[in-house]
Each structure stands twice: as C-alpha cells, then as structure tokens.
C-alpha cells in the first residue's frame, strides 16, 4: 500500500498519481480524472459495469487496483469517440436503442469493442459468449446483441 506515484495511461494521456496502490482504479477514472463513463454497480467484480480496457483486454476497474494498473494503458469510453465522433460500436447501439436504463452499456460497450478487435466477424454466439458475464437488469440483451452485429457489420 506504498504511496505513489504511480503512472498509468488513460485514453492516450500519461498521468501520475500520489495515492495509496490499492485504491481502485474507478475512483481514480471517476474522482480524479472525471471519467464517468464506467460505472459502479457491485463493486464485487461480477456485474461489468465498471469496465474499462487494460492494454487492449476488458477489466473490472472496481478490483483492479492503482499499482496494478501501473505502466499500463487504460483505455474508457470516453476513450473510444464522443458527441462529435462516436466510435461504430457506440454509433451501432444508439441506433438500435440498446439502452433502458442504460447503466450496463459501459461495460457492455467496452467488451466489445474488446471482442470486435480480436474477432471482427463474430457469430451471434460468440457475441453471446463474450457478453455473459456482463450483466442487464432490464433485459434488453436483445437489442444489445443487434447492436453489436451490427457494428461487426
Ligand atoms: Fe465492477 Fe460490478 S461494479 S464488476
């Protein structure tokens, strides 16, 4: 639990920071950097709503610890586009309506992307295989899977 610095990259932006290694990489993302684009919901590492990327591969930021992180590239959705340039797998779930309340599509977003880089064809199975450990409450895995066959294109 050595105080830092510690150095991570966040979506391309190197930082430092002074703070205990076992922080919570999602209190940094959130707190100390704004990112608010993953979300916490069990804080156990079981629902995928705080994920984010880490050298390319899905990560719970809610048990993923600072010193963990450490020399890695951190990538959030605010890393892959915005308003004025959405990424085609944000593009493809706005279009196909995938929220309800919205709070999985972090997580379900990130995984992916994640997924259409190692796989850029997957099958609907494999979209379902990649997706199941992030959860939905509001059932709209439906739309969700759409979404993500569509990105793939
Ligand atoms: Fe991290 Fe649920 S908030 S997995």
């Known amino acids: ?32 950097l704004g990112l608010n684009g993953p979300k916490f919901g069990c804080g ?6 705080c994920t984010v990327l880490i050298d390319g591969v ?11 992180a450490e020399g890695r590239s951190v990538t959030t959705l605010e890393g892959l586009g915005n308003l004025e340039m959405l990424h085609p797998v944000q593009a493809a779930f706005i279009a196909a309506q995938a929220a309800q309340c919205g709070y999985c599509l972090n997580g379900m977003i990130m995984t992916a992307t994640a997924l259409l880089v190692r796989n850029p064809t997957p099958s609907v199975s494999e979209v379902r295989e990649a997706l199941r450990y992030n959860l939905c409450r509001c059932g709209t895995h439906v739309e969700i899977i759409r979404a993500v066959m569509t990105a793939a294109g």
Not at 58 to 68: F, G, I, N, W, Y
């Open 1 to 32: 639990n050595a105080i830092g610095p510690v150095h991570l990259t966040v979506n391309g932006t190197a930082h430092s920071f002074d703070l205990p290694g076992d922080t919570k990489l999602i209190y940094v993302l959130r707190n100390d």
């Open 44 to 49: 156990l590492g079981e629902c995928g709503a």
């Open 58 to 68: 899905p990560a719970r930021s809610c048990v993923v610890t600072l010193k963990t």
